[in-house]
C-alpha cells in the first residue's frame, strides 16, 4: 500500500507544470527592443498602402515589489507611403520630434503574475502617447492556469474585455515555454469602441455575429525561459488584423495589419531609480479615448488661435464662391466646421461680432456652427437667439439642424432643454415645433447612452404633455406625443395613456387623429419595453368599439414590435372573428406581407406569420381596393447581406372611397443592422366634405325638420357626427420625426375658396404678373447637408484604427428673372385678358450642386493621419439662360437661347482612391500615392492578344461587312466584354447638333482594381471619371442665337419651312429595294435558285432573319390584298405584299406567325428549297397586278416569318411553300394534340391533297415531322381556332381549308375535349374582335379573276377616302422649329409639324420630324390611328426618307378563352444597334422579374421581332395575363385588380357614332360610374349599397326608412311602402330640399305628385340654388338630384333603384345600408346595434305612425319572455334587449312572424317591468336568445287613440 501511494504522488508531481508565471525581478532591470506598425490598405500585393511604424529601446527595472520604471529610449516614427511591399518605411523626424517629447518620460506600472495593473505617468500627459505604452505593456499580459495547457477566458487588454484562448507548451529539457494566445475582437464582454453618428442604427434582433461588417483578431506568441529567479518572457510577437468589407464580399475586404516585436537584449543587475517627477494614474490596460476627439481624417489643420483661423476660412470662402463654386469648397467647409468644434463660446461670439455688417459671412458661419455639434455651438446659438439676432430664417435653418447635430451628453442636454424653452422660441409655433422635436432626439441619443435616463431630460417634455391634457389644446397635445414618440422612453409610458379612451375615461372627447399619434408613440418605447407596449396594443385592436383606423395603427405597430408566435396567433384569433372588415383586411394583407419577407430581421416573424395565417379565412385576400392593405416591397442580397422592405400602409374609413391615411416608409439592412431610413405619412378627415362643400343652406329647408322629426321617432336614432376638417402629414429621418404639418378646417377652406372663386383667382394671378414686372433677383449659396459617421477601435499597438465617413452636399443658385407684359394688365384685372396679351420673360438660371463624399479607414491621432482615403465628387451644373416670347393671341411661343461659345460641363463625377499621409509637422503637405499604381496593369492576364501583321485590315473590313446582324451583335458584345476585362475603360458617346452649333457629350474613363479580384470594393479602388458636356463644334456659319419656335393652330400651316413629299418617298423607296434585290441576286448567286430548289434536300442552313421592309410614308394598314390561286400568279413575286405586310389586317392572324416560328426551323432543316426560297425573297420584280400570292402563303412560306419576308419565286417553290406551310400547320396542331410524327405526317398529307398543291408533300411533311412541338392543345380547341382566324387570303387552297375547320369543329372537337385536358391558358388564341365584326369577303374561285378590278377600285376608293398623308386634307396643328440665327437669318435646324383628324370616322395623328439642313434626308415620322371601335394602331419610323427603322404597335379587343380581352402588339422590324444592345441587357432581367411577379414562364419559339401582351378579363376582379415574346411566354392567371372593372355587353362599332376615340376616352367615366354604390328593391329583395342580398316582405301600410342622408346636413330622406291594394307594387316618397315628392302606381303607370300636388312627369324643381329634375325613363320615373348627392333614382312600381354619389359614402343609413362596405355590419339599426336577421333589420327601419292617424298601426314594444327561465340557478323573468313589431293598443295581429331577439334577464322577485322608464333595455346586456312571435299585420276595431 505504501508503495501505491508513493507511485501516486511521484505522478501528481511529475504531472504538475513548473511555476511559469512570468515576471520580473526587482533587483534587476531589463532591456528589449521593441518594433510596432500598422499599414492600411488591401490585401493584395503592389497596391499602395498607409501605415506608421514605431521602434525604440525599452528598459524596465524595477522599483519596488510588483512596481516597475518603463523608460522608452530612442524612439523613432517611420511613415509608409507607397506600394507594398516595394517601397520602404521612410524616416519621419517631424512626428519622431512630437511624440518623443511625450514619450521618452518616465512611465510606472503595476505588474504581478503576467497580470498588468495600473499605469502611472507624467501629468498632462497626451493621451495618444499614454496609449501607445498601454500598447506597449499590453504585449506582457498573460493569464498562466497552472493545471491547462488549452484553455479559454475573457481576459482584459487594450481592446477591452474579449474571448481569449491561450495554447501553452512545455520545452521542459531547455526549460522553455511557449505561449500561443488568441483574442477574439468581434465576441467581448466590454469592448472599447466610439461610434459616431450612428445612433439610429441599431443591430438586428437576431444574432447576426457573423454578419458584421468589420472584423478582428489578434495572436500573441510568446517566449518564456525558466531559471532559479523566476520565468521570463524573451519575446513576444503580436499580430492583428481588422478587415472591413463594405460589401459583405468574402472577398471583397480591406485590411488592416498591425504587428508588434518585442525582444529580451540583456538582463542587468541593477535597480531602478524612480523619477524625480510627478506623476498621475492613467488607469489599466484598457484604452482610453480622449476627451475631444481627433479631427477630421480628411485634413489635418492647426487649431490653435481659432478665431484668425476661423475669419481666414470664411474669407476664403465668401470670396472664392462668388460666380461659381470652387474646388476646394468641401475640404474648406469641413475646416470651418473642424475650427469651429475648437472654438469657445465666447470666440465664436467675437467672430460673429466682426461679421455683423457681412451677411454672406453670417450666414456660412452659423451653418458651420450648427453642423458643429459641440456645447460651445449649442451655447452660442442659444446666446444669439435671446440677444434676437437671427431673422426667422436663420433660426428656422439652424436650430433644429444643430440640435439634430448635436452630441448628447450630460452638459448638452440642459443647454437645449434652455434653448427649445426660450420665449423667442416659444411665441413661433413652427420654431417651436421643429426645435422640440430636434430637443427630442438629442434626449434619445443621450438616453441610448445611460442605463437610466434622467427625469430632468425628460420634464420638459413630459410638461408640455401635462400642460396640453389640462388645457385641452390639440396642437400642444400632438407636439408632446410627437416628441414623447422621438425619445422613446418607458417611463413616458403613462402619458401616452391619457390620450387613449380604453386606459383614460377622460380622453374619450380626444379627436381620433391625437389618439392615432398616441399609439405612435409607443412605436420607438417598444425596442426598450416590447412586452408592457405588446400588450397595451393587443388591447386595444382586439377593442370593436375604438375606431377602425386605430386599431389598424395599433396593429402595425405590433408587428413593428417583432411579436412572437403566441401573440401572432392572438392577433389572427381576432382577425378572425372581426366584423369590421377594414380592419379584418389590413390584419390579413398585413400578416401576408410579413409571410412573404425574406430580410433576416423577420425570420422570426414572418414564420410565425406563416402559421397563423393558416387560421384565417382566404376570401379576406380577394377583397377590393375599398378595404385597407398592407404592401410590402423587399428584397434580400444573400451574398452582399444587404436588403431593403417598403412598406405602404393604406387604411380607408367608412366615410370616402379614398384612403383616410397612408403611411409608407423604407428601412434598410446591412450585416447585422438595421434602420428605418425614411417615413412618411398623411392622415386625412372631412376633406370630401371641404372639397364638395358648396354654400347650400340645406338646414334652412323645409324638409330638414321633417327629417329630423322622423329621426327622434326611430328608437335609438343618432345623427353622424360631423368630421372635423383635417390633413396632417409628417415626416421620419432614421427613425426620428424631423416635421409635420397640420392643416385645419380654416386653412383648407381658404385654399379652396382661393381655387374656386374668381376673385380669389384673380388675385392670384395679378400678385403674379406684378411679381414678373418687377423681376426677381438674387444669388444664394448654402450647405445643404453634413454627415459624419466614425467607428474607432484601438488596435494592438496602441494606436486607434479610424473607420470614418463624411459628405458634405452644398447647394448655389443665381437668379435673375424679369418680364414685361403687354398691353399693360389694367386695375380691374380679369384672367381672360392674359389670353389677348404678349408675355417677355428674360431668364438667367444657375443651379448647381456640389456633392463630396470621403471614406477613410487608417490611424488618425492628433499628431499623424495614415489611412487609405477614397473620394468621390459630383458636381452638377445646369445654366438656364433664355429669352422668351408669348404671344396668347397668336397661340406662339418664341424662345431664344445662346449657342456653345464654350465647353460647359453640365454633370462632372470624380472617384479616386489612394492612400495619404499627414502630420502636424508639416501641415499643408500631405503625401498621396493612388491606391492602384500606374504600371498596374503590367499583369499578363491584361495584356490583349494581338493578331498576326499578316492579316490584312482590308480581309477584315470584308469579312465584317458580311457578317449578318447576329453577328455584328455578337462581336460588339465580345469586344464589350474584353474591353471590361481591361483595367482601364473608357468610352465616348457624342450627339452633334451641327446647326446648333453643340454637342453633347457623355465621356467615361476608368481603372480600377477588379483585374485583381471582381467585387465591388476593387471596382472602387481606383479613379473613376464620368461628365456631360456641352461642347462647341466648329462650322461654316457662325450662329448667334438658338431659336426654339411653337405655333399651333390656324397659323401654323404658313410657318412650315418643309413639306413633306410623299411621292418621292415612295420612289425612293422602290428603287432602294430594287437595288438591294438586284445586290443580293449579285451576291447569293441564286439566278437559277428555283432549279436547285427541289434537287438538294440534306444540307442544314437556317433561314436568315431579315427585317420586314417598310411602306412608304401613310401606307393604308387596311388595303386588302387579294390573289389569284392560279398556278401564274402564285410563281410571280408578291413584291407588294412583302414590301408592306402592315397593310393586312391586325386581324390578320398573328397567330400564323407564331405557327410559322415554332415550325420555321423544322421546315428549313428538312427542305432546302425552302431554305433558298427564304433567301430569294426578293429575287423577282414582276409587277402584274394578278402577281400577289395569297396573302397566306406569302406570309407563311415554310421557313418564313415576318423576319424573314419571303415569298416564293417559281411555281413549284410557291406551291411547295404554301403546301409545306399548310402542311406544317396541319402537323403542328395534328403533333400538339397528338404528339405523333407518324399522325402529324399523315395529316400533313391530308391537308396537302385538300388544298390543291401542286408539289409533292414529302418534304412538307418531312418538315413538318421533324419537329416536336411542346405545347399541349386539344384538337377541338384548334379546329375552332383555324375557323375563327381565317386568312384573308381568297385563293381555292383556303377555301377548302376553312372548309376542313368547320369541319373538324362540328365533328370531332367534343370527343377530343372530353380525351385531352384543359388547355393551359396559353395556349389559346386571342379573337380579334375587329375581324368578326369586319369579317373580309369571300368569293368561289370562278368569281375571284373577275373580281380584280373590282378589286383595284375599292382598293382606289379606300385610299382615297384614307389618305396616306393627313396635310391632303388638313392643315397642321402645331408647328414646332429649332433654328440656328445669324444676323437674323434663319440657318437649318429641325421641323416637328403635327396634323390631326379627330372628329372624323376614322381619327388619326401624324407627326414628322425633318432634318432642315439641305445636305440631309433624315426625317422621323410617327403616325396613330383608331380604325374603329375595337383597334387602334400606331408607328415610328425614321431614318433617311423614313425608310431606315421602323417601330409599330397596337391595340386589339376582341375574346380570349371566351373572355373579353385586349391585345396590345409591338413589333420591331428594324431598329438601330444601339437600341437592340440595350433591349438585349433588359432582356436578360424579363425571366427573373416575372418570376418576383408571379408569372409562370415556358420556353417558346414566338414570332421574332414582336411581343404581344393579352389581357383577358375573367371577372371584374380578376384578370388572365399572356406575355409572348420572340423566346419565352409568360403567364398568369386570375391576377387580382385593385377595382371592379365593368363588363357589359359589347355595343357593335357599327352602332358607335363618330368620333369612335370616344369609347377609349369614356373608360376611365365607365369604370368611376361602376365604382358608385347602387340599392334595389325589386319584389321582396333588397341589394343593399354593399352589395349584401337578402328577401324581406315589407308589413302592409308602414312606410320604410329606404335610404336617407344620415350626415348632420340630413339632405334626402327616401321611404317606401306596399302599395295599397295592390301585389307586388310599391310607393316611394323621398324628402329633399323644400320639396316632397311622392312616386306611386295607378292605372298600369307610375303617377308623380309633388308636395301633394299631381305633376306632370318632366319637371325641373329648384330650392335656394340646389335643383332636381325628374322625367320619364323605360315606364317609370327617374330622379336627378346631384347637389344632394342622389346621382340617379329609378322607380316603376315595382323596381326600385338608387345611385349615390361617390361622397356619400359612409353617409347613408336606412334599409339600403350605411355605404360603408362593411357587409358584415349590413343590419344595422337605428341605434347602432347590429340585428340578427333581416327580419329584424327591416322591422326596425319601420317609421311608426301615431295612433287613429295613419295606416300603420304597428310599434316597436320591448316585450317580456311568457316563460320563467333558470340563469344560474336563479329563477329569472327576461326582456327583450331589442324591440319587437307589435299591434298598437286595441288592434289584435292578423299575421305574425318569428323572430330571434336577446333578453336581459333580472330575478323573478325584483320589482322591475317593462312600463319602467328608468330601465333602458336596449342597453343592458344580453343574457340569453329565444324566439318571440312579431307582429306584420293587424286588424284594429278598438284601437286606442291616446296612446
Known amino acids: ?80 507611403n507607397g506600394i507594398w511591399p516595394r517601397d520602404p518605411f521612410t524616416r519621419s523626424s517631424k512626428i519622431t520630434q512630437m511624440v518623443s517629447s511625450c514619450l521618452t518620460r518616465p512611465f510606472k506600472f503595476e505588474y504581478n503574475s503576467g497580470r498588468v495593473g495600473n499605469i502611472y505617468g507624467p501629468e498632462n500627459c497626451p493621451d495618444t502617447c499614454i496609449n501607445i505604452v498601454r500598447g506597449i505593456l499590453n504585449m506582457i499580459q498573460i493569464t498562466i492556469k497552472k493545471s491547462q495547457n488549452v484553455y479559454e477566458l475573457q481576459e482584459a487588454g487594450i481592446g477591452g474585455v474579449c474571448h481569449t484562448r491561450y495554447v501553452i507548451q512545455e520545452d521542459k529539457k531547455n526549460s522553455r515555454v511557449s505561449v500561443t494566445k488568441t483574442v477574439d475582437q468581434n465576441n467581448c464582454q466590454e469592448k472599447v469602441v466610439k461610434s459616431l453618428g450612428m445612433a439610429y442604427i441599431y443591430p438586428c434582433p437576431v444574432d447576426m455575429k457573423k454578419e458584421r461588417i468589420i472584423k478582428g483578431t489578434v495572436a500573441f506568441s510568446y517566449k518564456l525561459k525558466q531559471s532559479d529567479s523566476g520565468t521570463l518572457i524573451t519575446e513576444v510577437v503580436s499580430q492583428q488584423v481588422y478587415q472591413i468589407s463594405p460589401f459583405s464580399e468574402p472577398t471583397g475586404v480591406a485590411v488592416t495589419e498591425a504587428k508588434q516585436q518585442l525582444t529580451l537584449l540583456e538582463v542587468r543587475s541593477e535597480r531602478g531609480s524612480s523619477p524625480d517627477i510627478s506623476v498621475q494614474s492613467y488607469g489599466g490596460l484598457r484604452y482610453q479615448f480622449p476627451a475631444v476627439l481627433p479631427q477630421m481624417s480628411v485634413q489635418l489643420i492647426k487649431t490653435k488661435n481659432p478665431e484668425q483661423r476661423i475669419i481666414e476660412t470664411l474669407q476664403h470662402i465668401v470670396l472664392n464662391n462668388q460666380q461659381d463654386f470652387h474646388d476646394d469648397l468641401p475640404y474648406r467647409f469641413l475646416e470651418l466646421v473642424q475650427l469651429c468644434r475648437t472654438a469657445s463660446s465666447d470666440t465664436l461670439e467675437s467672430i460673429w461680432r466682426q461679421c455683423s455688417d457681412k451677411p454672406r459671412y453670417r450666414r456660412w458661419l452659423l451653418s458651420a456652427v450648427s453642423a458643429t455639434g459641440t456645447t460651445e455651438a449649442l451655447k452660442f446659438l442659444k446666446s444669439r437667439i435671446r440677444s434676437d439676432d437671427l431673422s426667422y430664417l436663420q433660426t428656422l435653418l439652424s436650430v433644429p439642424f444643430a440640435l439634430h447635430l448635436t452630441k448628447a451628453d450630460e452638459h448638452t442636454v440642459p443647454i437645449a432643454a434652455d434653448l427649445v424653452t426660450s420665449s423667442r422660441i416659444q411665441k413661433n409655433p413652427v420654431l417651436q415645433q421643429l426645435a422640440s422635436l430636434g430637443y427630442s432626439s438629442v434626449v434619445n441619443r443621450y438616453c441610448s447612452q445611460t442605463s437610466a435616463c434622467p427625469k430632468e431630460a425628460l420634464q420638459p417634455i413630459h410638461d408640455l404633455a401635462d400642460e396640453a391634457i389640462s388645457r385641452g389644446r390639440e396642437d400642444k397635445m400632438k407636439l408632446a406625443l410627437k416628441c414623447i414618440g422621438n425619445v422613446g422612453e418607458p417611463a413616458s409610458i403613462k402619458r401616452i395613456l391619457k390620450f387613449l379612451p380604453i386606459f383614460s375615461s377622460s380622453a374619450s372627447d380626444i379627436p381620433i387623429h391625437i389618439q392615432i399619434d398616441a399609439i405612435m408613440a409607443l412605436r420607438k418605447i417598444a425596442w426598450k419595453d416590447r412586452k408592457t407596449v405588446q400588450g397595451y396594443l393587443i388591447q386595444i385592436l382586439a377593442d370593436e368599439s375604438l375606431s377602425p383606423e386605430l386599431r389598424m395603427i395599433a396593429c402595425a405597430v405590433i408587428f413593428e414590435t417583432r411579436p412572437a408566435l403566441p401573440l401572432i396567433t392572438t392577433i389572427a384569433n381576432v382577425a378572425m372573428k372581426e366584423s369590421n372588415l ?69 387604411m380607408n374609413s367608412p366615410g370616402t372611397m379614398f384612403p383616410s391615411a397612408i403611411i409608407s416608409k423604407l428601412m434598410a439592412y446591412s450585416a447585422g443592422s438595421v434602420a428605418d431610413l425614411v417615413e412618411a405619412g398623411v392622415h386625412v378627415e372631412g376633406l370630401t366634405d371641404v372639397i364638395m362643400k358648396r354654400n347650400i343652406p340645406f338646414a334652412e329647408y323645409s324638409t330638414y325638420k321633417k327629417i329630423k322629426e322622423i329621426g327622434k321617432a326611430l328608437l335609438g336614432w343618432k345623427e353622424l357626427p360631423t368630421e372635423t376638417p383635417l390633413i396632417s402629414a409628417y415626416f421620419k429621418l432614421f427613425g426620428q420625426e424631423l416635421a409635420y404639418v397640420n392643416i385645419n378646417k380654416e386653412v383648407l377652406q381658404q385654399a379652396v375658396k382661393a381655387v374656386v372663386e374668381p376673385a380669389d383667382r384673380s388675385s392670384v394671378l395679378r400678385r403674379l404678373a406684378g411679381q414678373l414686372r418687377s423681376g426677381i433677383a438674387g444669388q444664394w449659396t448654402q450647405p445643404v447637408w453634413l454627415g459624419e459617421l466614425r467607428y474607432i477601435v484601438p488596435t494592438c499597438t496602441g494606436l486607434p484604427l479610424e473607420y470614418s465617413s463624411y459628405s458634405t452636399a452644398l447647394a448655389r443658385a443665381a437668379l435673375s428673372v424679369d418680364g414685361k407684359i403687354t398691353p399693360p394688365l389694367t386695375g380691374d384685372f380679369r384672367p381672360s385678358q392674359l389670353l389677348e396679351s404678349t408675355v417677355q420673360i428674360r431668364s438667367d438660371i444657375n443651379p448647381s450642386l456640389y456633392i463630396q463624399k470621403f471614406a477613410t479607414m487608417g490611424v488618425n491621432t492628433e499628431y499623424f493621419q495614415q489611412a487609405v482615403e477614397i473620394q468621390g465628387k459630383i458636381l452638377t451644373r445646369v445654366p438656364i439662360k433664355f429669352d422668351a416670347k408669348i404671344d396668347m393671341k397668336l397661340k406662339n411661343i418664341k424662345i431664344e437661347t445662346n449657342p456653345c461659345h464654350e465647353e460647359t460641363e453640365i454633370v462632372v463625377g470624380r472617384h479616386k482612391a489612394f492612400a495619404v499621409s499627414r502630420n502636424l509637422g508639416e501641415l499643408g503637405v500631405e503625401k498621396r500615392t493612388s491606391i492602384l499604381p500606374g504600371d498596374a496593369s503590367s499583369n499578363i492576364v491584361e495584356e490583349p492578344f494581338k493578331p498576326s501583321d499578316r492579316a490584312s485590315s482590308e480581309d477584315f473590313t ?42 453633347l457629350c457623355f465621356s467615361r474613363r476608368s481603372r480600377d482594381a477588379s483585374f485583381l479580384k471582381n467585387t465591388y470594393l476593387h471596382r472602387l479602388i481606383g479613379e473613376h471619371e464620368a461628365k456631360i458636356v456641352l461642347i462647341p463644334v466648329e462650322t461654316d456659319a457662325d450662329i448667334d442665337k438658338i431659336q426654339l419656335e411653337i405655333q399651333a393652330g390656324s397659323r401654323a400651316a404658313s410657318k412650315i419651312i418643309h413639306e413633306v413629299n410623299t411621292e418621292s418617298e ?109 433567301k430569294s425573297s426578293k429575287s423577282s420584280t414582276s409587277k402584274s397586278s394578278s402577281s400577289s400570292s395569297s396573302g397566306r402563303s406569302s406570309k407563311s412560306s415554310s421557313s418564313s416569318d415576318r423576319g424573314s419576308k419571303s415569298s416564293s419565286s417559281s411555281s413549284s417553290s410557291s406551291s411547295s411553300g404554301s403546301s409545306s406551310d399548310r402542311s406544317s400547320k396541319s402537323s403542328s396542331s395534328s403533333d400538339r394534340s397528338s404528339k405523333s410524327s407518324s399522325s402529324s405526317s399523315s395529316s400533313s398529307s391530308d391537308r396537302s391533297s385538300k388544298s390543291s398543291s401542286r408539289s409533292s408533300s414529302s418534304s412538307s411533311s418531312s418538315s413538318s415531322s421533324s419537329r416536336k412541338s411542346s405545347s399541349h392543345h386539344s384538337h377541338g380547341h384548334h379546329s375552332r381556332y383555324v375557323n375563327g382566324s381565317s386568312s384573308s387570303s381568297e385563293s381555292l387552297s383556303h377555301h377548302s381549308h376553312e372548309h376542313h375547320s368547320r369541319h373538324l369543329e362540328g365533328g370531332s372537337s367534343s370527343a377530343y375535349s372530353k380525351i385531352w385536358e384543359t388547355p393551359e391558358i396559353y395556349q389559346y388564341r386571342f379573337k380579334s374582335a375587329h375581324r368578326q365584326e369586319f369579317p373580309k369577303r369571300k368569293l368561289p374561285d370562278d368569281q375571284i379573276r373577275s373580281s380584280h378590278s373590282s378589286a383595284r377600285s375599292s382598293r382606289a376608293s379606300s385610299r382615297a377616302s384614307w389618305p396616306k398623308f393627313l396635310g391632303d386634307i388638313k392643315t397642321p396643328v402645331l408647328a414646332v422649329f429649332l433654328h440656328g440665327i445669324r444676323d437674323d437669318k434663319k440657318i437649318g435646324g429641325l421641323q416637328l409639324v403635327v396634323y390631326a383628324d379627330i372628329d372624323s370616322i376614322r381619327p388619326r395623328m401624324q407627326v414628322f420630324v425633318s432634318n432642315l439642313t439641305d445636305s440631309s434626308k433624315w426625317k422621323l415620322c410617327a403616325d396613330a390611328s383608331v380604325l374603329n371601335a375595337h383597334k387602334a394602331a400606331a408607328y415610328l419610323k425614321w431614318g433617311r426618307n423614313c425608310q431606315d427603322y421602323k417601330v409599330s404597335s397596337e391595340l386589339v379587343t376582341g375574346r380570349f378563352a371566351a373572355h373579353p380581352a385586349v391585345q396590345v402588339k409591338l413589333e420591331w422590324p428594324k431598329v438601330p444597334s444601339r437600341v437592340r444592345s440595350i433591349a438585349e441587357w433588359f432582356y436578360k432581367f424579363v425571366p427573373g422579374a416575372a418570376f418576383m411577379l408571379g408569372f409562370s414562364e415556358k420556353m417558346d419559339k414566338n414570332p421574332s421581332r414582336q411581343a404581344r401582351v393579352i389581357v383577358a378579363l375573367t371577372s371584374p376582379r380578376t384578370c388572365d395575363v399572356v406575355i409572348k415574346l420572340p423566346d419565352i411566354t409568360l403567364y398568369e392567371k386570375a391576377m387580382r385588380l385593385p377595382l371592379s372593372l365593368p363588363v357589359g355587353p359589347r355595343i357593335p362599332a357599327s352602332e358607335l357614332q363618330p368620333p369612335i376615340w370616344n369609347v377609349f376616352a369614356e373608360a376611365p367615366a365607365a369604370v368611376l360610374k361602376n365604382l358608385k354604390a347602387q340599392c334595389s328593391v325589386s319584389y321582396n329583395k333588397i341589394t343593399t349599397f354593399n352589395e349584401v342580398q337578402f328577401n324581406y316582405t315589407m308589413p302592409a301600410n308602414c312606410y320604410h326608412i329606404l335610404a336617407q342622408d344620415c350626415s348632420s346636413d340630413l339632405k334626402f330622406l327616401v321611404m317606401m311602402k306596399n302599395a295599397e291594394g295592390a301585389v307586388n307594387l310599391k310607393a316611394i316618397n323621398i324628402k329633399l330640399g323644400n320639396h316632397e315628392v311622392d312616386m306611386r302606381p295607378a292605372n298600369g303607370r307610375v303617377k308623380l305628385l309633388v308636395d301633394g300636388a299631381e305633376s306632370p312627369t318632366n319637371v325641373s324643381l329648384t330650392s335656394a340654388g340646389a335643383s332636381l329634375w325628374i322625367h320619364s325613363e323605360n315606364q317609370g320615373l327617374v330622379l336627378l338630384a346631384p347637389v344632394y348627392g342622389i346621382d340617379k333614382l329609378y322607380f316603376d312600381g315595382y323596381t326600385f333603384r338608387i345611385q349615390v354619389a361617390l361622397w356619400m359614402a359612409g353617409k347613408m343609413c336606412g334599409l339600403c345600408g350605411k355605404y360603408d362596405a362593411e357587409s358584415k355590419q349590413e343590419y344595422r339599426m337605428p341605434n347602432g346595434y347590429v340585428a340578427k336577421d333581416a327580419v329584424i333589420f327591416g322591422h326596425s327601419w319601420i317609421l311608426e305612425e301615431k295612433p287613429c292617424r295613419g295606416a300603420c298601426k304597428l310599434r316597436h314594444s320591448f316585450v317580456k319572455l311568457e316563460k320563467t327561465v333558470q340563469l344560474a340557478g336563479v329563477e329569472s323573468k327576461c326582456y327583450s334587449t331589442e324591440p319587437v313589431l307589435r299591434c298598437t293598443k286595441g288592434c289584435s295581429p292578423t299575421r305574425t312572424t318569428p323572430v330571434t331577439v336577446g333578453f336581459h334577464c333580472l330575478p323573478a322577485d325584483s320589482a322591475t317591468s317593462l312600463t319602467d322608464k328608468q330601465m333602458k333595455f336596449d342597453q343592458k346586456s344580453e343574457d340569453m336568445q329565444d324566439t318571440v312571435e312579431a307582429h306584420t299585420a293587424c286588424s284594429c276595431e278598438d284601437e286606442d287613440c291616446s296612446a
Open 1 to 80: 500500500m505504501r508503495g501505491i501511494i508513493l507511485a501516486l504522488v511521484l505522478t501528481l508531481v511529475g504531472s504538475q507544470k513548473f511555476d511559469i508565471d512570468p515576471g520580473f525581478s526587482s533587483r534587476k532591470s531589463y532591456l528589449y527592443s521593441y518594433e510596432g506598425w500598422v499599414l492600411n490598405g488591401l490585401q493584395e500585393k503592389n497596391l499602395a498602402k498607409a501605415g506608421v511604424r514605431l521602434s525604440s529601446k525599452l528598459e524596465i527595472s524595477g522599483l519596488s515589489e510588483n512596481i516597475y520604471l518603463l523608460k522608452i529610449r530612442s524612439p523613432q516614427l517611420e511613415e509608409y
Open 582 to 650: 377594414q380592419v379584418a383586411s389590413f390584419v390579413y394583407s398585413h400578416m401576408k406581407a410579413l409571410s412573404k419577407s425574406s430580410l433576416p430581421y423577420t425570420y422570426n416573424i414572418s414564420s410565425a406569420c406563416n402559421i397563423a395565417l393558416k387560421l384565417l379565412a382566404p376570401k379576406l385576400d380577394r377583397l377590393s381596393y375599398r378595404y385597407s392593405k398592407v404592401i410590402r416591397v423587399g428584397g434580400y442580397f444573400d451574398n452582399y447581406k444587404v436588403g431593403a422592405a417598403g412598406d405602404v400602409f393604406v
Open 958 to 999: 470584308k469579312r465584317e461587312a458580311d457578317s449578318t446582324s447576329r453577328k455584328h451583335a455578337y462581336s460588339s458584345q465580345e469586344d464589350l466584354r474584353h474591353v471590361t476585362g481591361r483595367k482601364t475603360h473608357k468610352r465616348d458617346i457624342c450627339v452633334k447638333l451641327h446647326h446648333l452649333r453643340c454637342q
Open 1066 to 1174: 415612295e420612289e425612293g423607296e422602290s428603287s432602294l429595294y430594287e437595288d438591294i434585290q438586284a445586290k443580293l441576286k449579285k451576291i447569293l448567286g441564286i439566278e437559277n435558285v428555283f432549279k436547285i430548289a427541289n434537287k438538294t434536300h440534306q444540307k442544314k442552313r437556317p433561314a436568315k432573319k431579315e427585317n420586314a421592309v417598310l411602306t412608304e410614308l401613310g401606307a393604308d394598314p387596311d388595303v386588302k390584298h387579294r390573289s389569284s390561286s392560279s398556278a401564274s400568279s402564285a410563281v410571280s413575286s408578291s413584291s407588294s405584299s412583302a414590301v408592306s405586310p402592315h397593310r393586312k389586317e391586325a386581324g390578320d392572324d398573328e397567330n400564323d406567325q407564331e405557327e410559322q416560328a415554332r415550325n420555321k426551323d423544322a421546315s428549313s432543316k428538312s427542305s432546302s428549297s425552302s431554305g433558298r426560297s427564304s
